[in-house]
């Protein structure tokens, strides 16, 4: 991968927005041209080497860890994301729904409405298939996502995706975790580094074989994913308990993952929630109702500014 001065300044104006530390955007902009052409002579000589994480949790539903980049940091990763990365989007399927342009939880939420339709308009009784990954960021193989992404990335693009992927294999994480009371640990060459710009699309990227492999091979119409919380809808309950038979062996055994204790096949009548919505249709109605962490989420949303990524 190859930069100019537009791709560090494009970068920047990003990013910037969402930084809160102003002294570190003091420092940059005070020597701005020359920290941006520096970068640049670092990157394209292969001589960028990346910093230490500010590690820290954050109080989100439940406690979540955060590994906080240096501003340099991000702003290669988010060139890297735009010029290595992106481009793979073409690849992913439609329904595979998470911090995607135009394919987020809105979609996500879309689709299933479509979906709960079409199959309640033809089946008095349908079944639903959620499954959700155990610790999916911290258990994402470095060598089968490399492995994924050889079909479509130059050496010289791989090499630059696992150093990013190597900064989770230095001592320092772990013990910072520790001190921190945080019990889920990273483990050698395994694992994504939090809060990272490249690590949303990488944990979106990884599961893309498959998902083609539930759409095109197993036949299943009524898909969707979202990160780690993946959902099928099906008339036959033993069709969708083979499919989860199927799936547990795939992801065992190719993806060295583990599906967690929260899937599970319902009925269309028992209700279940996907992306902080419980649903459940009944008499050919479907019901709708947040779950109540969900509305207090969106009122606190609500009051804050958010800055979204744009491609």
């Known amino acids: 991968m190859k930069v100019e001065f537009k791709d560090i300044e494009e970068a920047y104006l990003k990013i910037r927005k969402s930084i809160r530390n102003k002294k570190k955007l003091y420092l940059f902009e005070k020597n701005y041209y020359s920290n941006c052409n520096i970068l640049v002579d670092k990157i394209n000589s292969g001589n960028y080497i990346y910093s230490n994480y500010h590690i820290f949790t954050i109080k989100e539903k439940k406690i979540r860890l955060i590994m906080s980049s240096t501003l340099e940091d991000k702003i290669v990763n988010h060139i890297v994301c735009k010029k290595v990365l992106l481009p793979l989007d073409k690849y992913l399927i439609d329904s595979n729904c998470a911090t995607r342009i135009e394919r987020g939880t809105s979609y996500a939420r879309y689709l299933l409405d479509k979906y ?59 013990n910072t975790i520790r001190k921190l009371g945080m019990s889920t640990f990273y483990k050698k060459d395994t694992g994504l580094p939090i809060g990272n710009y490249t690590s949303q699309f990488l944990a979106v990227f990884y599961l893309n074989d498959l998902d083609h492999l539930i759409k095109e091979e197993l036949s299943c119409k009524y898909y969707i994913r979202y990160m780690d919380d993946g959902i099928i ?79």
């Open 233 to 311: 809808l099906d008339k036959s309950k033993e069709k969708l308990k083979e499919i989860l038979r199927i799936l547990e062996s795939i992801v065992n055994r190719d993806y060295l993952l583990e599906f967690n204790n929260k899937t599970k096949i319902y009925k269309n009548t028992e209700g279940f929630t996907f992306l902080g919505i419980n649903y459940k249709v009944k008499n050919n109605k479907i019901s709708r109702r947040i779950i109540s962490k969900t509305r207090r989420r969106l009122l606190k949303k609500n009051n804050r500014y958010c800055f979204k990524y744009e491609k």
């Open 116 to 174: 709960l339709v079409k199959i309640k308009n033809k089946y008095n009784t349908f079944y639903i298939l959620k499954f959700d990954f155990s610790k999916y960021f911290y258990n994402i193989n470095h060598k089968v996502l490399l492995k994924k992404l050889s079909k479509y990335l130059s050496n010289e693009d791989l090499l630059l995706i696992k150093e990013i992927l190597n900064t989770t294999n230095h001592d320092y994480i772990n």
